[in-house]
């Protein structure tokens, strides 16, 4: 069973740039897709995008400009970083693998809690 | 993008009660429509995929049926453990987006 932990600082400035990493371990990055998500307190589930092992990326256009994403085989570990973050970037991060033609995210992390304050 | 729309926003219902939540989506997606069930404090965790298809693991209790642009879920007998928050969640194409979820909550 693979499983996915999310890492990173729980405390990021306003408009300074969030860091996270996804390690995951019990199967190789290949052949998936491996997704950032993320849910504000008491709200629904925004996705944020994606990187397959190769580096090729998909972006939710509305976080686009500020997202980047990269992915490290050697360490079983992809990454997600978002710049000029603001108060409304203050969220519970998950990373989460997507998962074959039906394309659903059948493994996720535990999430990390993200808060975006001065 | 694609618009999924939940309803109810939330439910009471009792431990044995049959419960059905519906999904609408803003265009046709065909069978690319899966259900995930979150609790609080935890991550969200597949429950149905490809609009009727039964994760591993999961109870039978839960089903999902749907095409085109109407899905629903169905909780035949409600227990305790399935008191929770519950999302669709369209896969057909990118960005991928939820429903706003559906609270199901003890009456």
Known sequence: ?118 | DIQMTQSPSSLSASVGDRVTITCRASQNINTYLNWYQQKPGKAPNLLIYAASSLQSGVPSSFSGSGSGTDFTLTISSLQPEDFATYYCQQSYSTPRTFGQGTKVEVK
């Open chain 1, 1 to 118: 069973q693979v499983q996915l932990q999310e890492s990173g600082p729980g405390l990021v400035k306003p408009s300074e740039t969030l860091s996270l990493t996804c390690s995951v371990s019990g199967g190789s990055l290949n052949n998936y897709y491996w997704t950032w998500i993320r849910q504000p307190a008491g709200k629904g589930l925004e996705w944020i995008g994606r990187i397959d092992a190769s580096g090729n990326t998909n972006c939710n256009a509305s976080l686009k400009s500020r997202v980047t994403m990269s992915v490290d085989t050697s360490k079983n570990q992809f990454s997600l970083r978002l710049s000029s973050v603001t108060a409304a970037d203050t969220a519970v991060y998950y990373c989460a693998r997507e998962y074959g033609s039906s394309r659903n995210f059948d493994n996720w992390g535990q999430g990390t809690l993200v808060t975006v304050s001065s």
